[in-house]
């Protein structure tokens, strides 16, 4: 083995000034992570896989955030992560890292690559004993079912979830945000918004409610919008982007979301070039941080609804060419893209207010 010689102060000063609120890790030039990269290429000669654990760990607030993960080094040194903890027979650790690993290949839009890690991340854990992490890991694949077009499945695996965690523990929030997200599909829309109360009602009671939070506002929104209930659902888009905005850059794909789901919902009031603008905003976000093509799909989509609505079908046609593209990227069937022409981009909802129901307490 090469001898192992790492700088680590550097690296972990690097780490945490790339957290901090106001910076964007995603815009960092290529100069300032040369340093990982050469140590990451040292310790993996060497051999030494604790070395690349405690690599792997400094960069894990950003990773969390999925500000970084795009990045093909970050990619690079996840996977030499997860590989040292095979060597080493870390089970614990190689769970944790493979739950990380389908965090990040479920939010770019890698559906069925999320759930092969998620269901060995839940069967690791389950040998170890380990219930509740086995738990969490089972539920995320229900997110990748649905995302999949598998909603039955899904339902199934949320209601097995909810049928193991004590009413009043304020994880329930996640997956009764996912089964608010299933009504939802199925146009069920009181019944999302009862199940997104609940869920906002349970997230705020967790310690660092902000990120969760944030989705859950923005979900209200597009739930409340698609009511006709146009003055509520911005507020909570607004409040959702207000909260982001504290975080200052880190947390840009949440950032787009909502910015994308806003946008939905001005291009249905008719406010075109506001909506276009914040597809715009959404659009920077996303592609300054790699390859996540499950939201650009989604922006590119939105913008063709807005040119089909103002009449530009070439431009329409464009953005759906896009859109396809992204999603063939992802493996995902683009028949699907037709289905907002046929239904939902030419109906327009009344506008009227319904006074929102909030959780007891």
Known sequence: MNELVVEWTPLEAL??????????????????????????????????????????????????????????????LDKEAIAAARRMNDQGELAHLLGARGHNLHRQGYHREAIQLFEESAAIYQEMDASFPSLKSRYMTALCF?????????????????????????????????????????????????????ALYLQEQTQN???????????????????????????????????????????????????????????????????????NEADDQVRAYGHYY??????????????????????????LRAARRFRQELGLPTFLLVKPLLGRWTRAKPLHLIPLRRPPG
Do not use: C
Request: net charge negative; no cysteine; hydrophobic share 45%.
């Open 294 to 319: 499950d939201l650009m799909w989604r922006i590119e989509l939105a913008r063709a609804q807005i040119y089909f609505r103002q009449r530009q079908f070439i431009p329409m046609l464009r953005k």
């Open 15 to 76: 780490a945490r000034r790339l957290a901090e609120p106001g910076v964007e890790p995603g815009s960092a030039p290529e100069e300032e992570w040369r340093p990982v990269a050469q140590a990451l290429e040292a310790i993996v000669a060497a051999g030494e896989w604790p070395a690349v654990i405690r690599l792997r760990e400094l960069f894990t607030p950003l990773l969390a955030r999925d500000t970084v993960w795009g990045l093909e080094l970050m990619q690079r």
């Open 146 to 198: 649905r995302a999949l077009g598998d909603r039955r499945r899904a339902r199934q695996v949320l209601a097995e979830i909810l049928s193991q965690v004590d009413p009043a523990d304020p994880w329930r929030g996640n997956p009764l945000q996912v089964m608010a997200w299933l009504s939802r599909d199925d146009g069920q829309l009181t019944e999302a918004e009862r199940l997104l109360e609940e």
């Open 209 to 279: 409610p902000d990120i969760l939070v944030v989705g859950t506002l923005a979900d209200l929104g597009e739930v409340l919008g698609l009511q006709g209930r146009i003055a509520e659902a911005r507020e909570f888009f607004q409040q959702s982007l207000a909260i982001l905005q504290i975080h200052g850059g880190q947390y840009d794909r949440q950032e787009a979301r909502t910015r994308l789901k806003y946008a939905e919902l001005l291009t249905r009031a008719g406010e075109y070039d506001q909506a276009l603008r914040l597809l």
